[in-house]
C-alpha cells in the first residue's frame, strides 16, 4: 500500500538511538510506516501520495510539554500580563492603562508578576492608588501568591480577625491587618471563590485557542497538571473538543489527588481513555514555591532564618494519597520544589514500592513535579526507586538570581539535570505555563545554556550541569511518552508509532545556543495530518 504522507529533504532526527538520523518519512492511517533515505521512503508514494519537501530543515518528533495548567493558561492569556516586568513602575503603567480600560467597577485580573526585584513590595495600598473602586486580583508568576487590593479584601471579607487557613499564610502588615498577600491554596481559596468565571461556551473557545498556540509551537501533546478547582471543567472541556474534532493534541489528563476515592469508586484507572485523551496521575503538592518563600526547606531561606517554608500537604496526609492511588492504579505526580519537600517525597515513594508489591501493576511510573532544589545526598534516589523527574528548565531563567539569593550556596544543585541524568534519572520537560511561557524552545535553550535570555549569567549558571541538544530534545519527547506509559507509541520516530512531527526553522544541532529562542515552527503534524504550517 502506498503512504498517506511523505516529508522528504528533512534533517530527520529519530531520537531511536539505533537509527538516530534519516531523510525522510512516511505515514499511513495516522502511523509512520518508513524511516529513512530519501530515495527508499519516495517510493511508497502513489497516486494519492501527499508529498511535502521540508527544504533540509530539522524534522524531530512531536514535541509534548510535560507540565502544563492548560486551563488555566486558556484564561490567564486574557489577564494584564505582568511576566517580565523588572521594576514596580512598569506594573504600575502597565496596570494603570488596564484600570482606565475597565467598565466601572469590572474586576481587573493580572499574572506573572515578581517582586524579587523590586524596589518596593507589594501591598493592597499600592493598588489602591492605582484602582480605589475596582477589584484587582493579580497571581505572582508561580500562582502560589495573590496580591489583592482593598476592594477585594472588603468583598471576600478578610480582616485582622480572619486566622491563617490551615498550611497556608494571610500576609499581614506591623499591626496584624492583612495587606493584600495571599500565600498557598487555602489562603487563595478565600480570594479566588469570588471571581467572575466564564461560561462554558467560552472557556471551550479559550481552550481551543490555546490548542492552536500549542500546535504553532511544534505541541502534540501535554500533560494537563490539573488541581481540583478546575480538575473536572478542564475534562469536561476536552472531551468537549475530542468529541468536535478540535483537540489537535494529545492530552495527559492528571486527577486531584483529593477526588482519589471517586475515581477509585467508579473504577477508574491511569490509562483510561485512548491515545488521544487519557487519564494520567494523581497529582497532590507536598510545598510551596521559591518565590513565594513557600518551598519546604531543610535549613531556612538566607533572607528568612525563622522561615523554612510550608507543607501545604501535610506528610502522613500524602502517604495516605500515595496508598490510595496505588490501590487505586494510580501513580502520583508530587510537585516538591524545596529539598526538604524533595527528600520526603522520595522517602514515601521508595517506601512504597520497598514495602508495597503493586508497583509493578502501574501503568506509569511515579513523578515529582519540579525537584527544583535537592540535597546533594539525594540526587541518586529518582533513579533508585524508578522516579521520573518532570522538571522545567525554562524557570531557571527567572529563577537563577533569586536562587542565589535566598538559596546561597545550596542554589549548586538546583535544577541539577545533568547530575540526575548522570544517576540515571528519567527527566521529561515541561513550561508549566502559565507560570513560564509554553515555548519548548525556550526550554531547550535553557537546558542547553543554563542562561536567560539576556544571556546571563555569562558562561551559565552552574554550567556543570548543561545538557547537550540531544538530551534536551529527549526531554520534549521520549521523557513525556515514558512518562505516560506509551514510549512504544510515541517519542521518537521509527515504523509502528504514530505520525507525529515536528518540522524546524533551524537546525539546534548546528546553530549557535543563543539563537534556539529564535526557532520558529515550520510544520506541525499530528496522527500523519498537519495541524499548523503552510502546507495545512
Not at 494584564?80 to 502597565?94: C, P, S
Not at 524579587?116 to 497571581?139: F, G
Request: hydrophobic share 45%; net charge negative; proline share 6%.
Amino acid at each position: 500500500m502506498s503512504a498517506d504522507l511523505i516529508l522528504t529533504n528533512g534533517r530527520v532526527y529519530t531520537v531511536d538511538p539505533a537509527h538516530p538520523w534519516a531523510e525522510a518519512v512516511a505515514c499511513r492511517d495516522g502511523r509512520i510506516v518508513a524511516v529513512g533515505r530519501a530515495a527508499d521512503v519516495e517510493g511508497l508514494a502513489g497516486p494519492g501520495t501527499r508529498l511535502i519537501d521540508a527544504g533540509g530543515r530539522l524534522v524531530l518528533p512531536g514535541l509534548t510539554d510535560a507540565h502544563v495548567h492548560t486551563l488555566l493558561y486558556a484564561i490567564q492569556r486574557r489577564q494584564v500580563d505582568l511576566f517580565g516586568l523588572t521594576d514596580l513602575v512598569a506594573v504600575r503603567e502597565r496596570l494603570a492603562a488596564a484600570v482606565a480600560a475597565a467598565a466601572p467597577g469590572e474586576w481587573v485580573l493580572g499574572r506573572g508578576w515578581d517582586s524579587n526585584r523590586w524596589e518596593a513590595q507589594p501591598t493592597a495600598a499600592l493598588l489602591d492608588e492605582i484602582a480605589p473602586r475596582h477589584p484587582v486580583v493579580l497571581t505572582r508568576m508561580d500562582m502560589h501568591t495573590w496580591w489583592v487590593n482593598s476592594r477585594v479584601l472588603a468583598l471576600a471579607g478578610v480582616t485582622a480577625e480572619t486566622p491563617d487557613p490551615p498550611e497556608s499564610h494571610i500576609g499581614r502588615d506591623a499591626g496584624g491587618r492583612p495587606n493584600g498577600l495571599f500565600s498557598e491554596w487555602n489562603a487563595i481559596a478565600l480570594i479566588e471563590r469570588h471571581l467572575p468565571r466564564p461560561d462554558a461556551a467560552t472557556l471551550a473557545g479559550w481552550l481551543a485557542e490555546t490548542v492552536t498556540e500549542a500546535n504553532r509551537l511544534g505541541l502534540t501533546g501535554l500533560h494537563d497538571q490539573r488541581i481540583e478547582r478546575e480538575g473536572a471543567e478542564s475534562l469536561r472541556l476536552f472531551q468537549a473538543l475530542r468529541r468536535e474534532g478540535r483537540l489537535t493534541l494529545r492530552v495527559h489528563s492528571n486527577v486531584a489527588a483529593d477526588y482519589l476515592a471517586e475515581a477509585a469508586q467508579l473504577g477508574l484507572q491511569a490509562g483510561f481513555g485512548d491515545d488521544n485523551l487519557w487519564l494520567g496521575h494523581a497529582k497532590a503538592f507536598a510545598d510551596g514555591t521559591m518565590g513565594s518563600r513557600t518551598a519546604f526547606m531543610l535549613a531556612p531561606f538566607e533572607e528568612e532564618l525563622d522561615n523554612t517554608g510550608i507543607a501545604v500537604t501535610p506528610p502522613e496526609q500524602l502517604w495516605s494519597h500515595l496508598v490510595a492511588a496505588g490501590e487505586a492504579g494510580f501513580p502520583m505526580s508530587v510537585h516538591a520544589i524545596g529539598d526538604r519537600a524533595v527528600r520526603e517525597v522520595l522517602d514515601m515513594m521508595g517506601e512504597w514500592a520497598a514495602t508495597r508489591a503493586g508497583a509493578s501493576h502501574l501503568p506509569m511510573p511515579q513523578r515529582v513535579e519540579h525537584l527544583q532544589l535537592m540535597h546533594p545526598d539525594d540526587l541518586e534516589r529518582p533513579a533508585r526507586y524508578g522516579v521520573v523527574g518532570s522538571v522545567q528548565p525554562v524557570h531557571l531563567q527567572s529563577d537563577w538570581r533569586t536562587a542565589d539569593r535566598v538559596w546561597g550556596e545550596r542554589a549548586r544543585y538546583a535544577y541539577a539535570f545533568r547530575s540526575l541524568l548522570d544517576r540515571g534519572a528519567a527527566l521529561a520537560f515541561g513550561s508549566d505555563a502559565p507560570v513560564a511561557p509554553l515555548n519548548p524552545m525556550l526550554g531547550i535553550y535553557a537546558a542547553v545554556t543554563r542562561q536567560d535570555e539576556a544571556g546571563e549569567p555569562a558562561g551559565g549558571w552552574y554550567p556543570q550541569e548543561r545538557l547537550s541538544v540531544a538530551e534536551a530534545i529527549a526531554g520534549y519527547t521520549l521523557g513525556p511518552a515514558r512518562l505516560s506509559g506509551k514510549a512504544d507509541r510515541l517519542g521518537s520516530l521509527a515504523p509502528g508509532k504514530y505520525a507525529d512531527l515536528v518540522v524546524l526553522s533551524q537546525n539546534l544541532f548546528e546553530i549557535e545556543p543563543q539563537a534556539i529562542p529564535d526557532t520558529k515552527v515550520w510544520l506541525t503534524l499530528l496522527n500523519g495530518r498537519v495541524v499548523y504550517g503552510e502546507e495545512a
